[in-house]
């Protein structure tokens, strides 16, 4: 791919990448964007060639992964070097849904909020699989590939998310409430 | 509520925070100019650690770097000491006049940065950062996680 053809393919996908790297820090925005941005440079200048063996939404979901990974592991490198655990990229609590849009957005924001609430309380693996089937709109088993383990692993972290995200959420708006 | 309708609303909830999220996105355009918060940091002359931009005193091969310590104070015109911890370094670059820049940890909460003068470096160079060759190993393999060359990715 040119670098034009690059920059118009990671256009396309960098609102849902974004979701993803939010996923990947604990919503903590200034987190994902740090992800997000070296995500991005990694594709364009060629430290993450897409081999067009998945499709580009795919391959930029397993780039922000394994950058939010090396990441972490710096982090907890650092904080074990210095004996200073979370050191300063410990995740900061996300804004809450009050100081967001009001009246109409208020209550698909406070649904939002609770949501990834919810999610915080599911182990890692369920969480990646839900967030990249219902968020990022990828198939189990591309979701298998992103988060690296066998489809029928994902397959079974798919079913027990749901389940626990369901008694977690049991009042959850039908579908076409609130939506934009 | 069969498990479908179920499914559905889980589906339209995920759906509804995407739209949410959506709209703080920033375009590819602001992600590349974006500085980091290690450049935002180094930026804003913090002794905020572990990452802060360093200078290379000598090449990118010998890994040397620049620093100093607390009991010297980060003022203009400082002697530096220089010190060789290339296992330190995370990130190398080249600032677009060739400048080499290194991102890495001091080496204890106290330590401060000097560098070359941040105030003038470009407002957008952390967009213009190139990959510079990276640093060899510690020789006793300290902290070898910092300095392994970045894994390559691809689908």
Not at chain 1, 29 to 50: I, M, N
Not at chain 1, 103 to 111: G, H, I, K, T
């Amino acid at each position: 791919m040119t670098r034009a053809e690059l920059e118009e393919a990671l256009a396309g996908v960098l609102a849902v990448g974004r979701g993803w790297a939010l996923a990947q820090t604990r919503w903590n925005a200034a987190e994902a964007d740090d992800v997000l941005q070296a995500s991005v440079l990694k594709v364009l200048d060629g430290r993450a060639r897409f081999a067009a063996r998945s499709s580009f939404r795919t391959f930029v979901f397993g780039v922000i992964r394994q950058t939010a990974r090396e990441r972490r592991r710096r982090a907890l490198v650092r904080s074990l070097i210095l004996l200073r655990p979370g050191a300063s990229d410990e995740a900061t609590p996300r804004a809450s849904s009050a100081d967001l849009a009001p009246d109409a957005r208020l209550e698909s924001a406070r649904e939002s909020e609770r949501l990834i609430a919810a999610l915080a309380q599911l182990p890692a693996r369920q969480r990646e699989i839900l967030h990249l089937v219902f968020y990022g709109e990828q198939t189990i088993e591309e979701a298998a590939r992103v988060a690296g383990v066998a489809l029928g692993t994902a397959r079974t972290h798919y079913a027990r998310g749901k389940q626990r995200l369901r008694e977690l959420l049991p009042d959850l708006a039908p579908a076409g409430a609130a939506d934009d | 509520m069969t498990e479908r309708e179920d499914e559905n609303r889980l589906r339209a909830a995920f759906a509804r925070l995407r739209a949410h999220e959506a709209r703080r996105a920033p375009t590819l355009a602001q992600l590349l100019a974006r500085e980091s918060s290690a450049v935002r940091d180094a930026r804003a002359h913090r002794p905020r650690w572990p990452r802060l931009a360093l200078p290379l005193a000598g090449t990118a091969a010998t890994g040397l770097v620049w620093w100093i310590s607390a009991s010297a104070p980060p003022t203009p015109g400082n002697r530096l000491a220089a010190g060789a911890s290339p296992q330190r370094i995370e990130h190398l670059a080249r600032l677009p006049d060739g400048a080499p820049i290194a991102l890495g940890s001091l080496r204890s909460p106290t330590d401060v940065l000097l560098a070359p003068p941040l105030a003038s470096l470009p407002s957008d160079f952390s967009r213009s950062l190139i990959p510079a060759p990276r640093t060899p190993a510690s020789p006793r393999g300290e902290h070898r996680s910092l300095s392994s060359p970045v894994r390559r990715f691809s689908a």
